[in-house]
């Protein structure tokens, strides 16, 4: 066999997923305990395929600890926009020894970018999507070259925009799996205590839903816990997600 067809060989020919495979598997897990789906998928068919995404932020935790029960080797993308809170920095670094996470990939803003498009360090507070743009989905997209799947952690209780989340979605032949997206509130406080899982520290501060610095604010009595964020704009997604309108179907 000569080098040109081993090199072929090496070649990742596995097809895209499409929108039928991802309703396919919203039915084969439906009512199936996210632990038990995420063990099931990690171990199976998509080992060595997957990542998990973490903002570390105020539910981060969660998550993470599932993951990391499962197999803590799994990879966990993190993207530091470089406008992050030091509290969130330094809670990413507590969470991950905790959790033992043996591949934990920080991502950052390429600088050409930032030269060329936010040289002051200002856009945000005049084009937050452009912002958003440089800052997490340019290096997130970079940061999920390698893998045909990720799991992320949104949840439909966070704000009237998530209420029809669906656990699978996917996005430019890319399986999204957000198994959380069913959990109440209150399930979330009982795993953190079950499990002695640390807070985030600005959570009691009143941030619930914890971005980046400039674009979070505290959240108040009666109000989603993503009204904190990128307040005073026509804004409920970074980008890296997409609205879910309640009353029409998930698309996936």
Not at 154 to 181: C, H, M, S
Not at 200 to 205: C, F, G, K, N, S
Request: with cysteine; glycine share 8%.
């Amino acid at each position: 066999m000569g080098e040109a067809a081993r090199d072929l060989d090496l070649i990742d020919v596995r097809p895209a997923f499409t929108a039928a495979d991802a309703a396919a598997m919203q039915a084969r897990f439906a009512g199936v305990p996210a632990p038990d789906m995420l063990r099931e998928l990690i171990t199976g068919e998509l080992s060595g395929r997957i990542a998990s995404v973490s903002s570390f932020g105020a539910e981060s935790a969660v998550l993470l600890h599932m993951v990391a029960s499962i197999d803590a080797d799994v990879p966990v993308i993190f993207t530091n926009t470089q406008k992050m809170f030091g509290e969130t920095l330094a809670y990413r670094d507590e969470l991950s020894e905790r959790l033992g996470l043996t591949d934990l990939r920080v991502f950052r803003p390429d600088p050409r970018l930032l030269r060329l498009k936010d040289d002051k360090g200002l856009r945000w507070s005049y084009d937050p999507d452009g912002c958003c743009e440089i800052r997490k989905v340019e290096p997130l997209r970079r940061a999920l070259a390698p893998f045909s799947a990720w799991i992320s952690g949104r949840k439909g209780f966070q704000a009237g925009t998530r209420q029809a989340l669906p656990r699978f979605e996917v996005e430019d032949g890319r399986l999204k799996i957000n198994p959380l997206a069913d959990w109440p509130k209150a399930d979330l406080e009982a795993y953190f205590v079950a499990h002695e899982l640390p807070r985030h520290p600005l959570e009691a501060q009143g941030y619930l839903s914890i971005g980046c610095a400039p674009c979070t604010s505290r959240v108040q009595p009666g109000e989603d816990p993503r009204a904190g964020r990128w307040r005073g704009w026509d804004k409920v997604e970074c980008g890296i997600h997409q609205a879910v309108t309640p009353g029409e179907d998930p698309i996936f």
